[in-house]
């Protein structure tokens, strides 16, 4: 009787060890916080930055040269702006008597014609723009680096997978993904997060080729795939949705650190569904050799449909380093609305997976991805318009839900493709899907920096001039 009771837990473990459903919901899982992990940061890593080191750089030129300025007759009647960069002050007349002067430390009298602020930045929101041109270029290296290093890995990983299977490598991704994560949560410099980021994209290049590889695999029908592959990659979304706004909220509200250490807590829980349901311990490679990755890269579908993948993400890439610090110097949108900006988008994607996960399937895969990629462009085009966070929901939204049609239309083509072209082992050819997925995210990011390296330049030598 004891054996018994003793055995049924066991037993029960090893038949739903065998269900596809709790395969789908560890990928699932495991796609939700390597996405929340990549978004979290969007919306505090420029904030922290202009927080900490512009802080830092104009600390003892605040409190050494020029003071803000005191008011002897009428307080009410000026707002002085210090400029960390001229070392002047500016006045702005909020209302006075006419015939009044206002006196400064520095300059003595001033007479009393003053109308409006001395030109300098009429948004009035933000000091430093010279320091935020910079920091533009450095957040941008610094989310690069995790699709860089994911474009460095992705070549060993697939082969790696083909010869150990699926479960290994999953839960190695699952252990890199929980130390960037601490790393994350305690890291205080520029450095110690670029170092962070970099180990994201080693763990999340292990976990993402492992988990859709092994969906392929165990969804052999055309249409239960494309499904599935819709859930899965809706777990994807949910981690973008829930990334940034949930970190903007975190870092205002409770501090920089609460973000991170309650994803590790999540990751350690998504760890040990991994030990239960995979058996990570047990080597299981494929029973026939995979395809090589040269063949796959020569043929011209495979390409065709990575490169839609490349295209459609390289505009939420773009937008990724630079709509933050773009709000906070046009819109002086406060920190939590810098991680909210990306809802809409989130939202939309998720809603899009999810919807032409199966309807792509009837309407061709090919003009799901066609429409997509022209939405997307229409959206990219809309984004500029925007004056507020308002103005950004459209544009966003229509971004996120187009970039989900290619998405949840690809991914099942790429297994498709090798199911009739190739042999049925999918660890190569998703590979290769993350690869165009990190090189969109590269190129964008690293295009966007040296356009704003030219930029910088440009200014810098026209204030020489």
Same mark, same amino acid.
């Given at each position: 009787?004891?054996?018994?009771?003793?055995?049924?837990?066991?037993? /029960?473990?090893?038949?739903?060890?065998?269900?596809?459903?709790?395969?789908?919901?560890?990928?699932?899982?495991?796609?939700?916080?390597?996405?929340?992990?990549?978004?979290?940061?969007?919306?505090?890593?420029?904030?922290?930055?202009?927080?900490?080191?512009?802080?830092?750089?104009?600390?003892?030129?605040?409190?050494?040269?020029?003071?803000?300025?005191?008011?002897?007759?009428?307080?009410?009647?000026?707002?002085?702006?210090?400029?960390?960069?001229?070392?002047?002050?500016?006045?702005? &007349?909020?209302?006075?008597?006419?015939?009044?002067?206002?006196?400064?430390?520095?300059?003595?009298?001033?007479?009393?014609?003053?109308?409006?602020?001395?030109?300098?930045?009429?948004?009035?929101?933000?000091?430093?723009?010279?320091? /935020?041109?910079?920091?533009?270029?450095?957040?941008?290296? /610094?989310?690069?680096? &995790?699709?860089?290093?994911?474009?460095?890995?992705?070549?060993?990983?697939?082969?790696?997978?083909?010869?150990?299977?699926?479960?290994?490598?999953?839960?190695?991704?699952?252990?890199?993904?929980?130390?960037?994560?601490? #790393?994350?949560?305690?890291?205080?410099?520029?450095?110690?997060?670029?170092?962070?980021?970099?180990?994201?994209?080693?763990?999340?290049?292990?976990?993402?080729?492992?988990?859709?590889?092994?969906?392929?695999?165990?969804?052999?029908?055309?249409?239960?795939?494309?499904?599935? #592959?819709?859930?899965?990659?809706?777990?994807?979304?949910?981690?973008?949705?829930?990334?940034?706004?949930?970190?903007?909220?975190?870092?205002?509200?409770?501090?920089?650190?609460?973000?991170?250490?309650?994803?590790?807590? *999540?990751?350690?829980?998504?760890?040990?569904?991994?030990?239960?349901?995979?058996?990570?311990?047990?080597?299981?490679?494929?029973?026939?050799?995979?395809?090589?990755?040269?063949?796959?890269?020569?043929?011209?579908?495979?390409?065709?449909?990575?490169?839609?993948?490349?295209?459609?993400?390289?505009?939420?890439?773009?937008?990724?380093?630079?709509?933050?610090?773009?709000?906070?110097?046009?819109?002086?949108?406060?920190?939590?609305? /810098?991680? *909210?900006?990306?809802?809409?988008?989130?939202?939309?994607?998720?809603?899009?997976?999810?919807?032409?996960?199966?309807?792509?399937?009837?309407?061709?895969?090919?003009?799901?991805?066609?429409?997509?990629?022209?939405?997307?462009?229409?959206?990219?085009?809309?984004?500029?318009?925007?004056?507020?966070?308002?103005?950004?929901?459209?544009?966003?939204?229509?971004?996120?839900?187009?970039?989900?049609?290619?998405?949840?239309?690809? #991914?099942?083509?790429?297994?498709?493709?090798?199911?009739?072209?190739?042999?049925?082992?999918?660890?190569?050819?998703?590979?290769?899907?993350?690869?165009?997925?990190?090189?969109?995210?590269?190129?964008?990011?690293?295009?966007?920096?040296?356009?704003?390296?030219?930029?910088? &330049?440009?200014?810098?030598?026209?204030?020489?001039?």
């Amino acid at each position: 009787m004891l054996r018994i009771v003793w055995d049924a837990p066991q037993q /029960l473990l090893k038949e739903r060890r065998e269900s596809r459903k709790l395969v789908l919901v560890v990928v699932f899982v495991a796609l939700l916080l390597d996405n929340m992990l990549l978004t979290v940061v969007v919306p505090i890593i420029p904030n922290f930055l202009y927080a900490t080191e512009f802080k830092e750089i104009n600390t003892p030129l605040h409190l050494g040269t020029t003071t803000v300025s005191q008011h002897v007759l009428t307080p009410r009647a000026f707002s002085t702006i210090f400029s960390f960069f001229g070392n002047d002050t500016m006045a702005i &007349k909020e209302s006075a008597p006419s015939g009044t002067a206002w006196t400064d430390r520095t300059s003595g009298t001033i007479p009393p014609l003053v109308t409006e602020a001395i030109p300098a930045q009429q948004n009035n929101c933000l000091q430093g723009t010279e320091f /935020l041109e910079e920091e533009n270029i450095r957040v941008g290296v /610094l989310f690069a680096s &995790k699709a860089l290093m994911q474009l460095l890995v992705n070549p060993f990983v697939g082969p790696f997978i083909n010869r150990i299977g699926y479960h290994i490598p999953m839960f190695v991704g699952f252990v890199i993904l929980f130390l960037s994560t601490v #790393m994350f949560a305690f890291s205080g410099t520029y450095t110690l997060l670029f170092v962070a980021r970099t180990l994201q994209g080693i763990g999340s290049s292990f976990s993402s080729v492992a988990g859709l590889g092994m969906l392929a695999s165990v969804y052999t029908d055309d249409y239960e795939r494309g499904h599935a #592959m819709g859930i899965a990659l809706g777990g994807l979304a949910l981690g973008v949705l829930m990334g940034a706004p949930f970190g903007s909220l975190m870092y205002v509200f409770v501090g920089r650190s609460s973000p991170f250490l309650i994803l590790a807590f *999540l990751a350690l829980l998504n760890g040990a569904l991994q030990l239960c349901i995979l058996q990570p311990s047990k080597v299981s490679p494929e029973s026939a050799k995979g395809t090589p990755l040269l063949t796959l890269l020569k043929d011209p579908y495979i390409l065709v449909a990575a490169g839609s993948l490349c295209f459609a993400n390289m505009g939420v890439a773009m937008l990724e380093p630079t709509l933050p610090i773009w709000m906070m110097q046009t819109m002086c949108s406060p920190e939590w609305q /810098l991680g *909210l900006a990306f809802l809409p988008a989130s939202v939309s994607y998720l809603i899009g997976t999810n919807l032409f996960g199966v309807l792509a399937n009837k309407m061709g895969r090919w003009l799901c991805s066609m429409i997509g990629m022209m939405v997307i462009g229409t959206s990219l085009l809309c984004v500029p318009l925007a004056y507020n966070i308002f103005g950004l929901i459209g544009p966003n939204a229509g971004l996120g839900f187009s970039i989900g049609m290619v998405d949840s239309s690809v #991914m099942p083509i790429m297994g498709h493709l090798v199911d009739l072209r190739h042999t049925s082992v999918y660890g190569s050819v998703y590979a290769i899907a993350d690869v165009a997925f990190c090189m969109g995210f590269a190129i964008a990011h690293g295009d966007l920096d040296m356009c704003n390296s030219e930029a910088h &330049k440009g200014i810098s030598s026209g204030r020489r001039q």
